[in-house]
């Protein structure tokens, strides 16, 4: 199958270099920022569906995409300080919306719980927030050596498997080629240098969640490995004004990566905040911090989830 093209973007300069942003839809702004790996084509198939309603800021990441190289180690929080500069170039100076799958969660919760002003909810989908384990360690060791040394055909079938579910490349050949091509078409060194600095050194996040006051929804998927739904729960009781959502699948990315996302009908009427509908199939969590969530209040929207297996709760539990 031939390399499918990304569609051209702006290069913004920001603290991590030019980083590649394309703008479009209408209305209240969302960001949205991929998984590692992979870059903004990655959300094709729900960019239509999302910019009805909204403008939305489509980031390629550091080091992904058609940006060049970084050759000095950057963290997280760099790239939290990369999405501030972005919405400055823009003139985006209101409260966005967040939303990230993976990667893109990590720096969406650093980014809210930096800049609480400037993000007025944020939706992690398949972002593990502890470390890696050990055997995920060797294994991502083991992956990028071989990456460095014979580059992306020789780790590309492991990757599609990680990110969309063991069966993704005979389910979805379309899906798994849009994460392969976005794999491949990044710099190696650069790639390299995203798995050493943001994937082995990546932090465990839970200290931030305790700080967030942000409308958070967090997902997992019913057979993530590396985003058990015990650890989701656990993460999740963390949160003031939080909630999990456990959507089918068993990859990271796969809830993007779908022809059609349930929770990607972000097109409220007229005058609302946008707002994400999740399955009716999605299980509602128990734990202490957070209740079963119906709504989830932004300033001037909802986050929503379809009844009936989602029961609703006070709506003082997301408010100051």
């Known amino acids: 199958m031939a390399q499918q093209s990304q569609p051209p973007g702006t290069a913004v300069t920001t603290r991590l270099g030019p980083l590649t942003v394309r703008v479009t839809g209408a209305g209240p702004t ?16 729900v960019e239509q569906p999302l910019s009805a309603g909204r403008r939305l800021v489509l980031v390629d990441g550091p080091c992904h995409g058609a940006n060049p190289p970084i050759t000095r180690p950057f963290t997280l929080d760099d790239c939290a300080g990369a999405a501030i500069d972005i919405l400055d170039h823009f003139g985006v100076d209101e409260p966005v919306d967040w939303l990230g799958n993976a990667w893109g969660g990590h720096v969406g919760i650093l980014f809210a719980a930096s800049y609480p002003d400037r993000c007025r909810s944020l939706v992690a989908i398949g972002a593990p927030v502890h470390a890696l384990s050990r055997a995920d360690r060797r294994r991502t060791v083991l992956l990028a050596a071989l990456y460095r040394v014979a580059g992306p055909r020789s780790v590309v079938n492991p990757l599609v498997d990680a990110l969309l579910g063991p069966r993704a490349r005979v389910d979805d050949p379309e899906g798994a080629a849009i994460v392969a091509d976005a794999f491949r ?26 700080s967030l006051g942000t409308p958070t929804l967090l997902t997992t998927g019913t057979s993530d490995p590396m985003w058990t739904t015990a650890n989701a729960r656990a993460a999740v009781a963390h949160l003031s004004r939080g909630a999990l959502v456990i959507l089918p699948g068993a990859g990271i990315s796969d809830r993007c990566c779908t022809p059609r996302p349930s929770w990607s009908s972000w097109s409220p009427p007229s005058g609302e905040t946008p707002t994400p509908r ?16 119906n709504e989830l209040n932004t300033s001037n929207g909802r986050l929503r989830c379809d009844p009936p297996t989602i029961r609703p709760v006070p709506r003082s539990l997301f408010r100051k």
Request: charged share 20%.
């Open 30 to 45: 969302a960001l949205l920022w991929h998984s590692l790996f992979v870059d903004s084509t990655t959300w094709a198939r």
């Open 278 to 293: 999740l399955p009716a199939s999605a299980a509602p969590q128990h734990h202490p911090a957070t209740r079963d969530v």
């Open 185 to 210: 078409r990044a710099e190696r060194r650069g790639m390299y240098a995203a798995i050493r600095w943001l994937s082995l050194r990546r932090p465990d996040l839970t200290p931030a969640l305790d």
